[in-house]
Structures are given as C-alpha cells and as structure tokens.
C-alpha cells in the first residue's frame, strides 16, 4: 500500500515538473520572440534616421536650385525655396541630436542662416557641401548605432539562452536529486517491507521459520505434494530434557543451545524444497518436499548423530551427558488424502513413541 502511495507521488510529481519546465520553455520562447519583435522596432527606429537624411537632401535640392538660379540668371523663387529651406531644416534640427552631433549641427545651422544673411552663391555652395557631409555623417551614425544596437541584441540573446540553458539544466538535477530520493526511499520502504515480511515469518531467536509460517505450508503440504505427485515427509525433533537443561545451566544456556541446534538443522536442510521450523519451546520441524523414505531415514539418521556431536554438555540428562534429541516423522503419499492435522497427530505420536523408548532416536509414522 505504502509503494503503491509513493509510486503515485512519484508520477504526480514527475508530472508536476515537467508542467513546469515546459512552462518555463514556452515563456522563454515568448520572451525570445518579443525580443525579436523589440529588434524590428528598434530597427525601424534607427532606420528612421534616414528621414532626417531625406530632410537634408530636399534642403540639398532647394540650395541647388537657388545656385542654378543664379548660375544660369534664370527668374525663380527664391522666397519659396529660402521658407521650404527653412521649413526642412527646422524638422531636422529639431530632433534629438548627442552632443558630438550637436556640434557638427551647429556650425552647418549657422551656415544656413548667414546664406540668407549674405546672400552669397559661394556661400550656397559652401553649404551644399556641409549638407553633403553631414548627410554622410547621418548615414554612418545610423550604421554605426544599428551595428551597436544588434550586437548588444545578440549579446542578449545569447544571456537568455545560457541563462534558459541554466535553469534547464538545474531543474533536471533537481528532478533527478527528487527522482533519487525518492527511488531511495522506495528501496529503504522495499527493504523494511521485506524485513518485516521475513520478521512476520520468522522466529527471532532462533532465525529458523516460525509455527505461523509452518501451519500456511504444512496445510498446503496435501495439496502440494498431490499436484506435483511428490512423496513429502514431516520431520518433529524435541531436545531431550530440556527443562532439566534450563533448570541446571539456565536459560541463558538454553537460549545458546536452541541456537546451535537451530543452526544445524538449518545447515543441513538448505535445498530449495526443504523447510526448517520452530514450533514452539525445544521443539523443531522441519517439512521436506519430493523426497523417498530412504533418504528420510538416513537425513533422520545423520540429525541423531551430529546434535550428538555437538557435544553440548548435560548432566541433567538421562540418556547421554550430551545434548541429544528425539524424533517422530511420517512420509505422505500423492493422493492418499490424509487431512494435515492428521499428518501432525500422527508425527507427534512416532515423536512420543522414541521419548518412551528411550529417547535420541527416531520412528517413522508406518500407517494404522
């Protein structure tokens, strides 16, 4: 339930972030495009500088006029040209001029003026060729601001693509560092999930697998074993006097002893089908799945003499100075349909029947 929770947080968010950065790149595209709009504004703008230019080649013309007029000794307006002269010039003065401008203005302003002062056909002349360089001048100041305009306009461009760049690239590390913390919570919630599954199957003693998980496989073994058509066997082990052990050495020893014998039967039984539990107290079980009554005997043979070899020492028994154990089993047939609380009586009677006899040994179950 918990990884299913995290495992929808995890999409919600995923999801949540990737909203947001393809947000994030749909207002820099918009942003990127106004810039370009900005740029076609300003371009107009400082194209605008020629009509100032156009300005000064109209005043060009009239003074051309006027010289021709005088050149040629031909009637013309000379009032007309002199107000549209004026007219012209004081359009183009008017506007914004720098102060380097200002200055190349200012002479050509009084240039114009004392034309019509003195009235003098090299003073025209002298004019024109002002207007001439200032309208060159205009044209290389237009190029010239453009040129400035258009580098800082790539210059910008290229800071808010290092800068889109930027948070793209941090808001990737930042999904991946959230991407990993949360993978790594999942794994740290897979782990304690599996710890607490084997914890819930587990005897904490004795690590062997506990009376809760027995009865799930032992109810099962029928079924199982008529499927497969396996012989199984149930094995019951109880250590002999053990009260007496506890009573002489205490349970603290005890504890130590049920750990050793719980560590070899562990040992022994560790192929696929075998399973070794603790059923409670000094008692053991173990169930073996596909296995004949031969190689029951002799793993049943092989327990006797290696707890034996343990040589745990015990005074209070009376079978041997050792820790010794006794044993009851029974072998089920495919399809012999014997309920399992019948396989379990039956066991523990063949368990009882090798303490009567004497215990450190074992009976296997042979049929009513």
Request: net charge positive.
């Amino acid at each position: 339930m918990k990884y299913n929770f995290l495992k929808s947080v995890t999409f919600k968010l995923i999801v949540l972030v990737s909203i947001v950065l393809l947000a994030l790149i749909g207002a820099s595209l918009l942003f990127n495009s106004q810039i370009d709009k900005l740029k076609k504004q300003i371009d107009n703008i400082y194209f605008g500088n020629f009509v100032p230019i156009v300005k000064l080649e109209n005043i060009q013309d009239n003074y051309r006029k006027i010289i021709s007029c005088r050149t040629l000794k031909y009637i013309c307006n000379f009032k007309k040209e002199k107000n549209i002269i004026l007219k012209e010039w004081e359009y183009y003065n008017r506007a914004y001029k720098n102060d380097k401008e200002k200055e190349v203005v200012g002479s050509v302003d009084f240039a114009i003026k004392e034309t019509f002062r003195v009235n003098k056909l090299h003073k025209f002349k002298n004019v024109v060729k002002k207007i001439d360089y200032l309208i060159e001048y205009e044209t290389q100041m237009a190029y010239k601001q453009r040129k400035i305009f258009v580098d800082d306009y790539k210059n910008m461009k290229d800071f808010l693509f290092f800068n889109i760049v930027s948070i793209l690239v941090l808001s990737f590390i930042l999904i991946a560092y959230i991407i990993y913390q949360l993978v790594k919570k999942d794994n740290q919630l897979r782990i304690l999930n599996k710890k607490y599954k084997i914890d819930s199957i587990t005897d904490s003693m004795t690590k062997l697998y506990n009376r809760k998980y027995f009865d799930t496989i032992f109810d099962n073994m029928p079924f199982i074993s008529n499927a497969n058509s396996w012989d199984c066997a149930f094995l019951m082990l109880d250590i002999d006097f053990f009260k007496q052990y506890n009573d002489t050495y205490g349970h603290d020893l005890g504890d130590e002893t049920l750990k050793k014998v719980a560590t070899l039967l562990k040992e022994y039984f560790n192929q696929k089908y075998e399973f070794v539990f603790r059923l409670g107290g000094e008692e053991f079980g173990v169930i073996l799945f596909d296995i004949d009554e031969i190689t029951v005997k002799s793993c049943l043979d092989d327990i006797n003499k290696k707890i034996v070899e343990l040589g745990i020492e015990h005074k209070g028994s009376k079978v041997l100075d050792v820790v010794s154990v006794s044993m009851g089993a029974i072998i089920y047939k495919p399809n012999t349909y014997i309920s399992a609380n019948k396989l379990y009586k039956y066991a523990d009677e063949c368990l009882y029947k090798s303490k009567q006899n004497g215990r450190n040994q074992y009976h296997i179950y042979k049929g009513e």
